[in-house]
């Protein structure tokens, strides 16, 4: 072919554009890209991307706390489009952000409540003896005398009843246990004598009064040494006790009052002589301000049966 013929041709095709191929357009996002021809011929040009396929994969994490999560994940996808008998590659890297979800738990605790529930119990309480005088009562039971007035309680004397029970329960003591209810000082209120010691001679207790401010029963201090019963004799405003020493010997004690403290007035003594066991005297003293003076001695007499006949005074030493 002619020169000239040539340079036409080449013209043609420049003017034409046959031979040129071009990547297919479908994403309208731009990228740079590089393009590998069969003609072995790099070429750089900027275009939308032809296809791209991208799989976002995230990775989630549950926390002790209850929080949920994930980190941002980088993934690469490729697609081969042939067109013309031109391959084109395109490579894509793309950052998938996985947004960090919290969970919020609510938790409830359940908290035990105590309930307590004040619960009313009656105990049922054992009397072992009524001692009663008008519209007194004293009953005897394990935690101490129980004092009721008009069958209304009053108070609980708090004392040792042990020996009382068990003195009611014997019929030789149960006479010499009894609980007196009496006016001992006269002063219009009933006091209460109490037992602690029963024998088969003497009954020792504690005197309580009645305190009319208090409108109770309170322990008698000012007759604390006198711990034996008392006979109270109402014409001389006086009272009189009595201890054995035995069968045939006693003491025996005649108080006044002096205002609210009893004072001893005289004392009756029977003994045996030290000098005869078989002789029973009796002294008599008689106390002022507290001093002791014998005043006078008998010795007993007895018939020829051995029982007392009198008795006669022996002179004093």
């Given at each position: 072919m002619k020169k000239s013929a040539i340079i036409a041709v080449l013209s043609f095709?420049?003017?034409?554009?046959?031979?040129?191929?071009d990547p297919v357009v479908s994403d309208p996002e731009t990228a740079e890209t590089t393009v590998a021809v069969e003609k072995k011929t790099e070429v750089t040009t900027t275009a939308?991307?032809?296809s791209s396929d991208v799989s976002a994969a995230s990775t989630a994490a549950t926390t002790a706390s209850g929080t949920k999560s994930s980190a941002n994940t980088t993934t690469?996808?490729?697609?081969?489009?042939?067109r013309g008998g031109t391959t084109l590659t395109v490579a894509r890297r793309t950052n998938t952000s996985v947004k960090a979800t919290t969970k919020h738990t609510n938790v409830t605790t359940a908290q035990d409540t105590t309930t307590t529930t004040a619960v009313s119990t009656t105990t049922a309480v054992t009397v072992h003896k009524v001692f009663t005088k008008d519209d007194?009562?004293?009953?005897v039971t394990r935690e101490g005398i129980d004092i009721f007035v008009d069958n209304e309680k009053l108070q609980?004397?708090?004392?040792?009843?042990?020996?009382?029970?068990?003195?009611?329960?014997?019929?030789k003591t149960e006479m010499k246990a009894s609980i007196i209810i009496e006016d001992v000082d006269l002063d219009g209120n009933d006091d209460i004598f109490i037992p602690q010691q029963v024998g088969t001679l003497n009954t020792f207790g504690v005197y309580y009064r009645f305190d009319s401010e208090e409108k109770q029963f309170v322990k008698w201090e000012e007759l604390g040494?006198?711990?034996?019963?008392?006979?109270v004799n109402k014409e001389d405003m006086t009272f009189t006790t009595t201890v054995k020493l035995s069968e045939d010997e006693y003491?025996?004690?005649?108080?006044?009052?002096?205002?609210?403290a009893p004072e001893i007035q005289t004392m009756k003594k029977k003994y045996r002589s030290a000098e005869d066991k078989d002789e029973l005297l009796i002294d008599?003293?008689?106390y002022t301000s507290g001093e002791e003076v014998l005043v006078k001695r008998e010795r007993v007499l007895f018939d020829a049966d051995g029982r007392e006949a009198g008795a006669e005074e022996v002179e004093l030493d």
């Open positions: 095709v420049l003017l034409t554009g046959c031979g040129r191929t939308p991307i032809v690469t996808s490729t697609k081969t489009v042939a007194l009562e004293c009953r609980t004397i708090e004392i040792d009843t042990e020996e009382l029970i068990n003195a009611l329960s014997d019929i040494e006198i711990d034996s019963r008392a006979d003491e025996e004690k005649h108080f006044a009052w002096n205002g609210n008599y003293f008689e």
